[in-house]
């Protein structure tokens, strides 16, 4: 699963990049609050995921890993979508807005406690 972290953390990496250059060319950084969110919890914790998974494969190969990813995949651009249509004063938007980023939270409780079970016990060393 490691692998798939690090690629989809890749994603997100040139997707924040860009976001970063088109904000920097229009001289607008309405959208600072998603470039943000979207290099932390996309980039950044994604591939960091995904690298300890991949150091520590009983973690990355745990269903809890599986679980983890599909619910941060699907919930991450859900947030982000609306947290563009907040900043651009949409706010019809807001209960969506909730659900993602507490599916986002969600996703980073199963990580702490996948992390907890399974990196640092002898059988999940390497």
Same mark, same amino acid.
């Given at each position: 699963?490691?692998?798939?972290? /690090?690629?989809?953390?890749?994603? %997100? &990496?040139? $997707? *924040? +990049?860009?976001? @970063? #250059? %088109? ?5 607008? %950084?309405?959208? =600072? @609050?998603?470039?943000?969110? /979207?290099?932390?919890? @996309?980039?950044?914790? &994604? ?5 300890? %998974? ?12 599986? $679980?983890? &990813?599909? #619910? ?8 982000? /979508? ?10 019809? +938007?807001?209960?969506?807005?909730? #659900?993602?980023?507490?599916?986002? +939270?969600?996703? +980073? /409780?199963? &990580? ?7 990196? *640092? =016990?002898?059988? @999940?060393?390497?």
């Amino acid at each position: 699963m490691g692998i798939a972290y /690090i690629k989809v953390a890749l994603v %997100y &990496f040139v $997707i *924040g +990049v860009g976001l @970063g #250059v %088109y904000m920097s060319m229009a001289h607008d %950084y309405t959208l =600072t @609050g998603v470039h943000v969110h /979207i290099n932390l919890l @996309g980039w950044a914790s &994604f591939a960091l995921a995904g690298v300890i %998974y991949w150091l520590f494969p009983k973690a990355g190969n745990h269903l809890l890993s599986k $679980i983890q &990813f599909w #619910v941060h995949t699907i919930s991450l651009p859900v947030m982000m /979508i609306c947290l563009t249509l907040l900043l651009k004063g949409n706010d019809q +938007v807001e209960v969506f807005m909730g #659900v993602g980023s507490t599916l986002v +939270v969600v996703s +980073v /409780i199963i &990580f702490a406690i996948n992390v907890f079970l399974n990196v *640092g =016990t002898k059988a @999940g060393s390497r």
